[in-house]
C-alpha cells in the first residue's frame, strides 16, 4: 500500500513537471509573438499535461497579444467566476484593466492578490505604480517595502524603492506649503506695526528686535536684562502677543520641546536618559515611519518612548513593518515603547 502510494505521488509529481513545461513552452511562444504555433502547442496538448483552467489562461494570453482585449478579459472572468479565488486569472484581469487605463479596477484586483501571504511580487509592483500615479505615496512606499521584506535582493523592487524615496522626499505638499507661506509673514511682520508705547519700540528696536519672529524668539529674561526695559514694558508687550495667541520665546519652545515633562522610562541607562531630547531623525527610520510619526505629533525620541504599540498601530497606514523598524531601531539604544 505505501509503494503504491509513493508511486502515486511520483506520478503526480511528474505530470505537474509535464504540465508546467507544456505552460512554459506555450507562455514562451506567446512572449515572441509566435501566436499560431502557440495555439497549435495549446491544441495539441492533451488533459495529462495542462488542466482545463491553465488551457483558459494560455487562450486568454494569445487572445491578449491578439489585441482582443475583450474577449481575454472575458476568459479570465470566467474562471474567476468558478473560482473567485484563482490568482493567475485576477491577475490578468488587473493587468488588462491597467493597460485599458482602468485604474480603479485594476487597484482593486492588484489589492484583493497582494492581500495573500506569500506576496505575489508582480502584482504588488504593479500596485504601486499605480498607487504613486494616484499620489498615494506612502501606500506605493509600503508595498514595495513588503516586497523587499520578503525578497530583499530583488533588484527591480530595490530600484523602485531608491526612486521613491527621492520622489517622496520631494513630493510638493500645497497645504502644509501655504500653511508655511502663511506663518512665515506672519512672522516677519515689523514691530513697528504694532500698538506699542515708544519706550517699548525704542528699547527692542535697540535690543536688535525688528520682527514678531525676532520677538518669539527672545525670553523673558532677556528682555529684562536690556538697560531701561522694565516690567511695564514686559507685560505691555505680553498683553499685546496674547491677543494675538502668541507668548514670548514661543519659537524657542517648538524648536526645544519640554522633554522634562515626559517620563523616563524604568531601568533606562542615566548616561542615555540624555538622548531623549534627541530628535527622532538621528533613527534614521524609513520614509513612511518618519511621516506616521510626524502625524502623531512625535519629534523626540523622549516623545516616542513614551508612546505604545497601540498608538503607534492607530495612525493611518502605520503597519507592523514600521512598528518592527521602531522596535528594532530603539532597541539598538537598550530603549522601548511604552509598555514594551
Known sequence: MRAARTWQNVRIRITRG??????????????????????RELDAASPETIDATARQICRGQILEREGAW????????????????????????????DLRGDDQVAIEHYENITAEVPVHVNAMLNLAILYEDHGR??????????????????????????????????????????????????????IS?????????NCLKQMDIHTLGDLLRTTASELLSYKNFGETSLHEIEAMLSQKGLRIGQLLEEREPDVSRLA???????????MLNR??????????????????????????????????????????????????RLGELGMTLKGG
Do not use: W
Not at 472575458?74 to 484593466?97: C, H, T
Not at 509600503?142 to 535582493?153: F, H, K, M, Q
Not at 500645497?174 to 512672522?187: P, Q, V, Y
Open 18 to 39: 509535464i504540465m508546467s513545461q507544456v505552460i512554459k513552452r506555450i507562455t514562451d511562444l506567446v512572449g515572441a509573438g509566435a501566436l499560431d504555433d502557440a495555439q
Open 70 to 97: 475583450s474577449d481575454a478579459a472575458a476568459v479570465y472572468q470566467g474562471i474567476l467566476d468558478n473560482d473567485p479565488d484563482d490568482v493567475e486569472a485576477a491577475f490578468r484581469l488587473a493587468f488588462l484593466a
Open 279 to 328: 530628535s527622532v531623525a538621528e533613527l534614521e527610520l524609513s520614509v513612511r515611519a518618519r511621516k506616521c510619526l510626524m502625524r502623531l505629533g512625535v519629534s523626540t525620541i523622549g516623545e516616542l518612548v513614551n508612546r505604545s504599540e497601540a498608538e503607534m498601530l492607530s495612525i493611518k497606514n502605520f503597519g507592523m513593518t514600521s512598528l518592527a523598524e521602531i522596535k528594532r
Open 264 to 274: 523616563v522610562p524604568s531601568g533606562l541607562d542615566p548616561a542615555k536618559a540624555g
Open 137 to 190: 505615496f506612502e501606500c506605493a512606499l509600503d508595498a514595495v517595502e513588503r516586497v523587499l521584506v520578503e525578497y530583499p535582493n530583488h533588484k527591480r523592487a530595490q530600484r523602485f524603492h531608491k526612486d521613491m524615496l527621492a520622489s517622496v522626499d520631494m513630493y510638493y505638499d500645497e497645504d502644509s506649503e501655504r500653511s508655511l507661506e502663511k506663518r512665515n509673514e506672519i512672522l516677519e511682520t515689523p
Open 193 to 201: 506695526d504694532f500698538e506699542l508705547s515708544v519706550r517699548s519700540r
